[in-house]
């Protein structure tokens, strides 16, 4: 079974050819990252207007690298949400489309659950029976949670972040020191060279009696909007000095902050459990990797995080999840809009 993916809920454009849900034979991705640097975030209607460009193309490489054909395409998967809408909306019209002009089902995912599928792609990748029931860090640009995951298609979210997601606070943290966008990988770049303790962010934590955890507890959620204004008051008082060193040491230490929130949380989520994985574009961070696997190890469980090129927003990772039989298919796909909230696990605010 060879599934082509379709994946545009941000600024990634992304086609992929996955075989039997493992096999990646093409992973296309084009990054519209250098049209949306100049405001220091993805502007929406950017994002989609270069979809609507790209998309042709890219799915036409992704078919053409896979060596397979129009022709060897069985069904076709496409993210119908989380995301922004109008981009949402690109690939999952183009996808309604070629499922018809080929004959071909057409598979809707969900964005977060395909970034959970991301460690099941490629041939080194471990198997579903042999990691479930697992712990799954969510860490992306607009997402940030812990989720249990019992087998692919059956999940409990734990917790999750009550205001920004670690990736945009990456984002904002490298705005301000002036490091550019997007602020993840110039943040980890720049915190190389620099002090942990030089600054000592807050963690986020959570009070329990705080109603917008709609019963999820404390322990197990996140607040990082807390970290992004200590940053901006840190600046104002201390404005920043030419000198690299202090940049460098800055970064580091709101690096730290996040990190170490993110780690300290997943102890009491995998209590009892063997595995905890991290997905998503932030789990690319090298000292988030560092510290989970560090901890992991701590505890004696198993550490898993998806292959580098799988971690970002693609393809790869939404054809593969319709592989594994998961997400809406038939008549019921073909008459699916995109939903631009779609929850993981449905939760009560
Ligand atoms: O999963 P993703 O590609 O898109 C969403 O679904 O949101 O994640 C994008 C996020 C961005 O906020 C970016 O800054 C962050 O992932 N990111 C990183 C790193 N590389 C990408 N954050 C920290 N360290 C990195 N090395
Ligand atoms: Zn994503």
Not at 64 to 70: D, K, P, T
Not at 282 to 296: D, G, I, Q, T
Not at 318 to 323: S, T, Y
């Amino acid at each position: 079974m060879r599934i082509l993916g379709i994946e545009t809920s941000c600024d990634e454009t992304a086609a992929a050819v996955v075989q039997d849900g493992r096999e990646v034979l093409s992973n296309i991705v084009f990054t519209q990252v250098a049209l949306h640097a100049p405001y220091g975030g993805v502007v929406p209607e950017i994002a989609s207007r270069n979809h609507v460009e790209a998309l042709p193309r890219v799915l036409e490489e992704a078919v053409r690298r896979a060596g397979v054909g129009w022709d060897g395409v069985d069904a076709v998967a496409v993210t119908y949400g989380p995301g922004l809408a109008s981009s949402l909306l690109v690939g999952l019209s183009a996808a309604k489309a070629l499922s018809l002009r080929l004959s071909r089902p057409l598979w809707a995912v969900d964005h977060i659950e395909a970034h959970i599928y991301s460690i099941f792609l490629g041939g080194n990748a471990p198997r579903a029976e042999e990691v479930c029931p697992f712990i799954a860090l969510v860490v992306s640009g607009g997402h940030t949670g812990l989720v249990r995951v019992e087998a692919v298609g059956r999940y409990a979210l734990l917790g999750q972040t009550m205001d920004d997601a670690a990736g945009e606070a990456f984002d904002k943290g490298a705005n301000l020191l002036g490091l550019g966008y997007p602020g993840g990988p110039a943040i980890d770049k720049a915190a190389r060279g620099g002090k942990t303790d030089f600054v000592r962010f807050p963690r986020g934590r959570q009070r329990s009696d705080n109603v917008r955890l709609g019963g999820l507890n404390a322990d197990l959620c996140f607040s990082f909007s807390g970290l992004k204004t200590a940053l901006l008051y840190y600046l104002k008082e201390y404005p920043l000095s030419p000198a690299r060193a202090e940049v460098e040491s800055l970064a580091a230490s709101y690096q730290e902050a996040i990190v170490d929130a993110l780690v300290e949380r997943c102890a009491p989520a995998v209590e009892g459990m063997s595995c905890l994985a991290v997905v998503g574009g932030v789990s690319l961070n090298s000292r988030l990797r560092a510290k989970l696997k560090e901890f992991a190890e701590s505890r004696g469980i198993r550490f898993v995080a998806a292959e580098p090129k799988y971690c970002a927003d693609n393809a790869a990772m939404v054809a593969g999840l319709a592989g594994a039989g998961q997400g809406i298919t038939g008549a019921a796909a073909m008459a699916i809009d995109a939903d631009p909230n779609l929850e993981l696990v449905p939760t009560q605010r």
